[in-house]
């Protein structure tokens, strides 16, 4: 929910707040006490950890829309504010001990800046910087047997870049980004046992690429964009450890998708997507394991220094728009994935880890529907 306030032909006042909040419980049986995990002679007893409670988040920010210029539609400049804040309530009960855990609360304070200029008739500038912060997930705020004191995770978000308007109905630009993050929340390597902190902000990360967009506006018949990001993204748990990249790192994100409408109220498009494989860590073999009668994989690699085949579809689809005095029905044929790659959704071992294959994604799929339109 926002207000604009328009104070003068120069400056605008864009007050607003965000508000998510719910109610949660869960569930947790393990066959053994986490107390006793590092002992192997030491009895197996199940234990049971239950949890339930609220989440409030609401969120205010201020924003101002300045165009002091006196071309007003030359030079924009918004200035911002956003405060964030969460409140966790707990209940339940932790192991055997039943504790109950302590509410949670914290905020966050992010002051945001952005600006365009219109250097020239059809050329114009763009750049913002700002702080963006992330509260702790609830799981992560769910201290086993101690109070958890975590921080919001930050992150200070760059960018600089240009639109060209070619033609009336033809635009590019391009951009450069730069995000520096701090105060990632990690698990605890030392933690052993109840009692034991579970999560920390020892983590940093940084990402940085560049992004270019070619639009065409829906004009003779004709419209379709194509954009491109090279980006990279790392991160490491603690300040003396090595970097590595992020989970969901892709280096390269080619999309395009275009549509021409042809006679007789026919409508026909495509869309093509490509994208760099995650990041994953296979493992090179197994160890046979007398005892269990099983093997044990385990890698030689870095973490995350392999990665999964790039994700790769191509769709088509066909529309009819059958218009009547007071409603429209448009009706359609589509192919998804008339043309895909590997797409792996995970990965699949041998039994004793010595080869590997990746099960696919969706297959195929021909689609055919109906969509109605009243105006009464």
Known sequence: MELDWELSPAVTLVPGIDFLGGFYNFGFD???????????LAERQPVAVTGRGTAWAPDAYVKALLRPLKDRDRLLITPGIRVSS??????GSLFDLQAQAPSWAQAGFDPRIATRFALFEKFTLKASTGLYTQPPQPYQSFGFGTDVKLEFERSWSSSLGFEHQITPSIQWSLEGFYRKMDDLVVFNPAFQAYGDVNWLNSGQGRAYGLEVILRQAPVNHFFGWISYTLSRSERKDAPTDNWYLFDFDQTHILSAQAGYELPWGLDASGQVQYVTGNPTSLYNAGVYDVDSNSYNP???????????PPYFQVSVRVDKLWTFKVWQLDTYFELLNVVRGVNPEFTQYAYDYSQHAFVRGLPFIPNIGIEARFFP
């Open 298 to 308: 385990f890698r030689i690699g870095p973490y995350n220094g392999d990665r999964l």
């Open 30 to 40: 393990s066959p053994f006490s986490f107390d006793s995990a590092s002992d192997p």
């Open 86 to 91: 969460v409140y966790y309530t707990f209940g």
